[in-house]
Every structure is written in structure tokens, then in C-alpha cells.
Antibody, heavy 121, light 110 residues
Framework: QVQLVESGGGLVKPGGSLRLSCAAS????????MSWIRQVPGKGLEWISY????????YYADSVKGRFTISRDNAKNSLYLQMNSLGAEDTALYYC??????????????WGQGILVTVSP | QSVLTQPPSVSAAPGQKVTISCSGS????????VSWYQQLPGTAPKLLIY???KRPSGIPDRFSGSKSGTSATLGITGLQTGDEADYYC???????????FGGGTKLTVL
């Protein structure tokens, strides 16, 4: 079965950096676009980035552009998010999600359990 | 402020029907497929509807989706207490070059 497991979260000081990882299993990872989506506890979903299956296409939300970098290692079935210059506004639960497609429609069909990132002095 | 507009909350009695609206614009809903996600308390979102009106395997036909112009609607019939959750719509926005979600709707089954 499809599994996505995030790791690497925790407490970091403002201005600091953190690298999240997402280990994928149960499907052909190299065939799928992958994405990071975050959620401030008690608030709504915010898409922050996705990367194409080969890594050739990358998109970021304006809120993280220039500070966050998405990457993947298809040999290790892993997705990453390097987060730099972190601020309090980046405190959230971060989800790794698989993006699927059908007839030019795109959607997130599998999500990880989420990993909490807290930015605080 | 979310790009897609959803009502903050809806409620209905067990067994009844409820609809949740999602309003956008031509740059998002008007020209792209819509998906819906259910987030039960303390859990990750789960895909409920994709491509406006399709249900993934395992999703009961009590859940339905539709789209008209720049708005989409999620319908839930035969409400159960287990349906109490937050529901989000999502789509691609061609102008923002970004995936956008609605602010979420909390469903209460009274």
C-alpha cells in the first residue's frame, strides 16, 4: 500500500534552517509528481511546492519562494524540503503528498501523516 | 484570505443532506478540475472527490461533486456522525501558477 512518511521536523529558532524528508513506498515513486503542503494548527491548507517526476519542473508558492528548496532522490524514493530563513509564520504541520492525474486533472491522492515544524526563540 | 471561498461551517442532522460550496474565478475553478478533501480531527487530509465529480475507490456514493462555471459543490447525503470533519476544495490557479485551496468548511452533524 502507498505510504508517505515525513521526518526531520522539530523546534528551530527564527532565521534558522531545517530539512524535511519524505520516504515513499508502495508505488513507483519516480513516476509521480510530489508536493509539500502545510497547515498551521487549526487553520487551512497551504500548498507550498511541487516537483515533477524527473525534477525538471518545480513550482513554489510566493510565501516560500527563495527560502525553501524542494528536491527528490528517485533512487531512494525520497522527497526533501530544505527550509532556510525560517520565521514564526512557517510554524505548521508539513505534509508530503503524491500528485496524481487523470484526463488533465491533478489532485493529491495520498498524504503523509505530517510533521510539525515550530519556529520559536 | 483564501483564493477559493468556502463557508466556514455547515451543519445538518444525521440522515440529512448537506452541500458545501467552493467559489473561485476563471483563473482557477473556471478552467481547471476541482478536488475535494476530507480531514477528520487529528488526521491528514484524504482525497474525497477528484476531477470535479469522480470518487476514488473506497469513497461511498453518499459523497458527490459538481462544478458549474467558477463554482464547485460537494454534496453529502445520509449524514453520519463520522462525517464530522473539515472539508477543503482545491484546484490549480493558472494566473498564480499555484495550487490553491479553499479556507475549509467544518461540518457538524447535529
Amino acid at each position: 500500500q502507498v505510504q508517505l512518511v515525513e521526518s526531520g521536523g522539530g523546534l528551530v529558532k527564527p532565521g534558522g534552517s531545517l530539512r524535511l524528508s519524505c520516504a515513499a513506498s508502495g508505488f513507483s515513486f519516480s513516476d509521480y509528481y510530489m508536493s509539500w503542503i502545510r497547515q498551521v494548527p487549526g487553520k487551512g491548507l497551504e500548498w507550498i511546492s511541487y516537483m515533477s517526476s524527473s525534477g525538471g519542473a518545480i513550482y513554489y508558492a510566493d510565501s516560500v519562494k527563495g527560502r525553501f528548496t524542494i528536491s527528490r532522490d528517485n533512487a531512494k524514493n525520497s522527497l526533501y524540503l530544505q527550509m532556510n530563513s525560517l520565521g514564526a509564520e512557517d510554524t505548521a504541520l508539513y505534509y508530503c503528498a503524491r500528485r496524481s492525474w487523470e484526463s488533465s486533472g491533478y489532485y493529491f491522492d495520498y498524504w503523509g501523516q505530517g510533521i510539525l515544524v515550530t519556529v520559536s526563540p | 484570505q483564501s483564493v477559493l471561498t468556502q463557508p466556514p461551517s455547515v451543519s445538518a442532522a444525521p440522515g440529512q443532506k448537506v452541500t458545501i460550496s467552493c467559489s473561485g474565478s476563471n483563473s482557477n475553478i473556471g478552467n481547471n478540475y476541482v478536488s475535494w478533501y476530507q480531514q477528520l480531527p487529528g488526521t491528514a487530509p484524504k482525497l474525497l472527490i477528484y476531477n470535479n465529480d469522480k470518487r476514488p475507490s473506497g469513497i461511498p456514493d453518499r459523497f458527490s461533486g459538481s462544478k458549474s462555471g467558477t463554482s464547485a459543490t460537494l454534496g453529502i447525503t445520509g449524514l453520519q456522525t463520522g462525517d464530522e470533519a473539515d472539508y477543503y476544495c482545491g484546484t490549480w490557479d493558472g494566473s498564480l501558477k499555484s495550487v490553491v485551496f479553499g479556507g475549509g468548511t467544518k461540518l457538524t452533524v447535529l
